[in-house]
């Protein structure tokens, strides 16, 4: 992550002797530990901020605040804030590795939770050394056990005949539940509305509806913080697997939705799955529908071209922003009316829509192409570092996302009558994100295998 770090600069000129928590509402309280490790102490909330400093070679790091009364510069605002102070929109980071700290400058800068997916793991720990320590960490403790060891958790992940598989959910589960450490003062701040970081099921139990779930459950239980999101893939086996585990009290991050009428079904999986609950309070119960905006034109561009037409060359880059913008209206309309006011009144909220695959694959178009257009209350926007940047430089924070709903059903509807089948759209990329996630699932094992061979720690 390192190209991240340009985007706000962590100043640790603060003094735990000087600091006023009751100046500032904080965003981060992070500590240095013994010999120079970092570890985490998360006594926060909005009202209130408990500092720990009980040995003298404890460190006082960085603490992040709106409001610093005088004891150092505030934190630079950037469209970010806007973004989610004015319009309802909260941008996340679609990114996850080690160090988690490197989410510091983004949190910072008014970055509010992150997705992570198969595909981004691979090449976090493929590329990197940062995991190898504790991939060949030695200890002999039981599996699925943690011991806290001078605040860091030391597991045996590899050992002669470990299952490869079980190496890598181990090393995805301590980055989560950082991750998850670094973004639970939003999480608290906005009583459970935010500050979510995401985790996906393996992508080999794509069509594996009653896996799904149990996978689901034991990474909900292993992972054991309150933002974390579970995601399951919006496949038609796993639609059923959204309802039962959001009836178990899990929160869900939905995967892959790629078409309006998947889109629709994911919805009701999740009212289904709040009245089959049980729960007398529904208010911890949450999920999201990632929708995904630039395959869309990356696929429908290449079918336009292929019809040649001047009518169909000019609809180029405009099908994905199109459904979005139908895909919002929607959710307005199946999070109103009667069904959704009884939810309401147990404490439900609204599965909201997130943006996804919102960077620029076509670079004659806008790199905020994704992200300015689909901008609206009670949405997310997860961005990778092209977009994320691009839009901090130069985007610009309006309602956008519902600002012209007709010129997009005018443009939804001419696709189909130049042949675009949008069930066709929607399944074919449907494929083509499980398959990609798979391969880079395999490639991900394969690497570790190496690594672990090159450790010496698996008996061949």
Known sequence: MGSISKLANLNPTYSPSTFNPKSCQPTVFLIKGFNGKTVFDQRVSPSRLSLRNNHASWGFLAVRCSNLDGNGSPTKRTVLHDLYEKEGQSPWYDNLCRPVTDLLPLIASGVRGVTSNPAIFQKAISTSNAYNEQFSCKTRIPPLQYVNLD?????????????????????????????????????????GGDGYVSVEVSPRLADDTVGTVEAAKWLHKVVDRPNVYIKIPATAECVPSIKEVISLGISVNV?????????????????????????????????????FVSRVDTLVDKMLEKIGTPEALDLRG??????????????????????????????AKKQRLLWASTSVKNPAYSDTLYVAPLIGPDTVSTMPDQALQAFIDHGAVSRTIDSNVSEAEGIYSALEKLGIDWGYVGSQLELEGVDSFKKSFDSLLDSLQEKANSLKLVSQ
């Open 151 to 191: 605040g860091w958790l030391c597991r045996e992940l590899v050992q002669a005949g470990k299952d490869i598989e079980s190496a890598y959910w181990e090393l995805v589960v301590k980055d989560i539940q950082d991750a998850c450490k670094l973004f639970e003062p939003i999480y608290n701040q906005t009583d």
């Open 255 to 291: 995967t892959l939705i790629f078409s309006l009428a998947r889109y629709e079904a994911v919805i009701d999986a999740y009212l289904d799955g709040l009245e089959a609950s049980g729960l007398s309070d529904l208010s911890r119960v949450t999920s999201v529908a990632s929708f």
């Open 318 to 347: 405009k099908a994905a922003n199109a459904q979005a913008a139908l895909a919002y209206k929607l959710y307005q309309k199946k999070f109103s009316g009667p069904r959704w006011e009884a939810l309401v009144k147990k404490g």
